[in-house]
């Protein structure tokens, strides 16, 4: 009976793991088509300073599927096509479109906004990477100052002594580099201060639980002391409430991004959004 039981629920698994399996393998071939039919586009969320004025937006890639009738999330297909190879086509189609986007914006508000671009590992790892990055700014005639790199954790497995030199290589050119999901990942302390990074992103995982969990507000807290003591802007993602937003300004958090300020928006939804409220230059 039990080795029945045992084979039954073998069987049952290595079916699980093929539908998985097909379901991945129809999934790329969607997103290659996807790609091609421009069923991608991007949303971007404002981030705001301790005043309240939007300074930035983040890029986030949105896939509106007509395979699958519905939006696909990013959190699983970014994560296909870094391991299908897809991601450094699929990064540079993502940085041409946001870049696109608000160097039009900025044209029409006559204003110029800080775009944070999320960068995956297999992106940052392609040999053309800063390359790419330097012609699509040299389209779009954006300047290297107003581009921020989100960049997590997880790209410090690979090569340090390819990632370093490079990160500050991108530093050099005047881009900022924001270390995305703080907390989250593969992270080291120590590392942290010698890295070239401008901004500390606290996860919403985080700031979900400051105002319910002491522990989880005694961390930020921390975490925010220790980047400011190396000279970072600490932004909090995912603030949705005027009570985070509060302790976070209290614990001295001096950027936010979230649903409490906007949630993100299409380019146009954007333009309206920024039109009837202040920001910076
Ligand atoms: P992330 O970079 O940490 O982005 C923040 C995520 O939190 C976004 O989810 C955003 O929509 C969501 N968010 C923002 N404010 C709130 C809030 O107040 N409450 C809650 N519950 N969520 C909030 P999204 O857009 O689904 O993206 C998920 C992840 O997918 C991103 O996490 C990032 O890792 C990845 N991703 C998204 N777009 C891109 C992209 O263009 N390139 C790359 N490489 N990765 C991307
Ligand atoms: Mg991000
Ligand atoms: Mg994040
Ligand atoms: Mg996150």
């Known amino acids: 009976y039990t080795s029945k039981k045992i084979k039954n629920s073998a069987h049952i698994f290595a079916n699980e793991m093929q539908e998985g399996f097909l379901k991945n393998i129809t999934m790329e071939q969607e997103l290659r088509k996807a790609i091609k039919n421009n069923e991608l586009f991007m949303v971007y969320q404002p981030q705001v300073d301790t005043q309240?004025?939007?300074?930035?937006?983040?890029?986030?890639?949105?896939?509106?599927?007509?395979?699958?009738?519905?939006?696909?999330?990013?959190?699983?297909?970014?994560?296909?096509?870094?391991?299908?190879?897809?991601?450094?086509?699929?990064?540079?189609?993502?940085?041409?479109?946001?870049?696109?986007?608000?160097?039009?914006?900025?044209?029409?508000?006559?204003?110029?906004?800080?775009?944070?671009?999320?960068?995956?590992?297999?992106?940052?790892?392609?040999?053309?990477?800063?390359?790419?990055?330097?012609?699509?700014?040299?389209?779009?005639?954006?300047?290297?100052?107003?581009?921020?790199?989100?960049?997590?954790?997880?790209?410090?497995?690979?090569?340090?002594?390819?990632?370093?030199?490079?990160?500050?290589?991108?530093?050099?050119?005047?881009?900022?580099?924001?270390?995305?999901?703080?907390?989250?990942?593969?992270?080291?302390?120590?590392?942290?201060?010698?890295?070239?990074?401008?901004?500390?992103?606290?996860?919403?995982?985080?700031?979900?639980?400051?105002?319910?969990d002491e522990t989880s507000a005694k961390m930020v807290q921390n975490i925010i002391t220790i980047g400011k003591n190396l000279n970072m802007h600490i932004l909090a993602e995912g603030v949705e409430t005027q009570e985070q937003k509060e302790l976070l300004t209290a614990f001295g958090c001096d950027r936010f991004q979230g649903y409490y300020f906007s949630k993100p928006l299409n380019k146009e939804a954007l333009l309206a959004f920024l039109k009837s409220s202040a920001f910076y230059m």
């Open 52 to 212: 309240g004025n939007v300074f930035g937006v983040e890029a986030l890639v949105r896939w509106n599927s007509t395979a699958f009738g519905k939006l696909v999330p990013p959190d699983q297909f970014i994560p296909l096509a870094e391991a299908t190879g897809l991601m450094p086509k699929l990064g540079r189609l993502i940085f041409e479109t946001a870049c696109y986007d608000i160097a039009a914006l900025e044209q029409e508000l006559k204003r110029s906004l800080q775009i944070s671009l999320n960068v995956s590992v297999r992106q940052f790892m392609d040999p053309l990477f800063l390359e790419d990055l330097l012609n699509i700014l040299d389209k779009t005639d954006l300047h290297t100052l107003n581009i921020t790199l989100e960049v997590t954790e997880n790209l410090f497995i690979e090569e340090l002594h390819y990632i370093v030199p490079l990160l500050e290589k991108i530093k050099s050119l005047g881009i900022q580099i924001s270390m995305d999901d703080f907390g989250t990942g593969y992270s080291s302390l120590s590392m942290l201060r010698q890295l070239p990074i401008d901004e500390l992103k606290i996860d919403k995982s985080f700031v979900y639980t400051i105002d319910k």
